[in-house]
Each structure stands twice: as structure tokens, then as C-alpha cells.
T-cell receptor, first 114, second 112 residues
Framework: GESVGLHLPTLSVQEGDNSIINCAYS??????FIWYKQESGKGPQFIID?????DKRQGQRVTVLLNKTVKHLSLQIAATQPGDSAVYFC?????????????FGTGTRLKVLA | DSGVTQTPKHLITATGQRVTLRCSPR?????VYWYQQSLDQGLQFLIQ???????AKGNILERFSAQQFPDLHSELNLSSLELGDSALYFC???????????FGQGTRLTVV
């Protein structure tokens, strides 16, 4: 099916280090992107979003970078904490033929090591 | 709590049966999205409604259907269930097009 991003990899980081999670998207016409965090047994939780007229957006401990030239999105988490352990999904908001939908990548599992 | 409510949380049913999953969007949200998530898989977009009208279709089987009612709640109907339909089904809502979508906690469907 339609998808954005890579096969589910696992990123292991030491507590306190910075984490960088990457995502590639395929549709250059997409103009809105969201990062979600999904903890085991729960629904995806909104983290941060960015529109295509921006290159960078910062939140609390998180930064999203958008490189439209290479169609690449990244999520940076500063001072990673055990509570950050989860699967992270990028979502691309795609318009086409009068319809609009969010297309999700397969996700990246983040493991925080104590 | 995202404000999106899904019921039931768990559902176990036999092959060939039909079930209905329900979603109440956040107050004020007009768009409702349905997603399927199989074990260790990403979120597969099924269908979207906006203010009662179907707006987008994804990888939704013909055995599946959905609707959004005047009060904006939505139902996803799954019929002639197969073992492979076992998955988490998520509903999300957003204010409209191009706004962040908030997810419910999902319905875990097990077909035996």
C-alpha cells in the first residue's frame, strides 16, 4: 500500500543523548508533515508538525527538519529520556484528485538505554 | 487523552461475522480518518470523511464500509471477517484539511 518512510528500523540511544529519526517521503506535492509517537498499546500521539514553507520547527525538546530538495524529514529529540521509548511515525499529508489523506511510514522504534 | 473516543476497546469474533467499530471525534472536529494497524506494521489509511461526506479512500476492502453521521461520529463496518482482518483499528479526527489529526486509543479486533 501507500507508504512514507523506511522499513521499521530500531534506534538505540543512551539516556541523555540526542536522537535523530529520519523519514523519506515520495510525493513532492505534499505540503504538511507530522511526527507521531506511539507507545505500546496506545494510539499515535501528535508530537510536532511542519508545513512545506518551513525548513525547521522547534518544540519542547523536539525539532523537525524538512529538506524538500531530497524529500527528507527528520525528528531530533534532545536529551533523550526513558519515556521517549516508543515507535515514531512520520506522516505526509497528501493531496490528490480533490482528496486529502495522511500517509504514514512504517515507523522507527526508539529504545532508550539507561 | 486525545479527545477521540473509540468503542469497543477489544473485540473477539469468529470468521464470517460482521462487526461495527465506533468513533466519536474531538469536539469541533469535522474530519474523521480510519486506519488499520497490523502487528508491527505501520498505519494503513482506510478512509476519510469530512462533515458527513466521504473525502478519500485508501486500502479499504470492499467487505469494509464506513459512514459519518450528522452528529459527526463515525462507524466502520467490517463484514465477512477473515483471520487476516485481525488488527488494531484506529480512528483519528482533525478540525479539517491540513490540520493535525488526533488519534483514539484504537479497537483491537481479533478474528478467530
Amino acid at each position: 500500500g501507500e507508504s512514507v518512510g523506511l522499513h521499521l528500523p530500531t534506534l538505540s540511544v543512551q539516556e541523555g543523548d540526542n536522537s535523530i529519526i529520519n523519514c523519506a517521503y515520495s510525493n513532492s506535492a505534499s505540503d504538511y508533515f507530522i511526527w507521531y509517537k506511539q507507545e505500546s498499546g496506545k494510539g499515535p500521539q501528535f508530537i510536532i508538525d511542519i508545513r512545506s514553507n518551513m525548513d525547521k520547527r522547534q518544540g519542547q525538546r523536539v525539532t523537525v527538519l524538512l529538506n524538500k530538495t531530497v524529500k527528507h524529514l527528520s525528528l531530533q529529540i534532545a536529551a533523550t529520556q526513558p519515556g521517549d521509548s516508543a515507535v515514531y511515525f512520520c506522516a505526509e499529508y497528501r493531496r490528490g484528485s480533490g482528496t486529502y489523506k495522511y500517509i504514514f511510514g512504517t515507523g522507527t522504534r526508539l529504545k532508550v538505554l539507561a | 487523552d486525545s479527545g477521540v473516543t473509540q468503542t469497543p476497546k477489544h473485540l473477539i469474533t469468529a470468521t464470517g461475522q460482521r462487526v461495527t467499530l465506533r468513533c466519536s471525534p474531538r469536539s469541533g472536529d469535522l474530519s474523521v480518518y480510519w486506519y488499520q494497524q497490523s502487528l508491527d506494521q505501520g498505519l494503513q489509511f482506510l478512509i476519510q470523511y469530512y462533515n458527513g461526506e466521504e473525502r478519500a479512500k485508501g486500502n479499504i476492502l470492499e467487505r469494509f464500509s464506513a459512514q459519518q453521521f450528522p452528529d459527526l461520529h463515525s462507524e466502520l463496518n467490517l463484514s465477512s471477517l477473515e483471520l487476516g482482518d485481525s488488527a488494531l483499528y484506529f480512528c483519528a479526527s482533525s478540525l479539517g484539511q491540513g490540520y493535525e489529526a488526533f488519534f483514539g486509543q484504537g479497537t483491537r479486533l481479533t478474528v478467530v
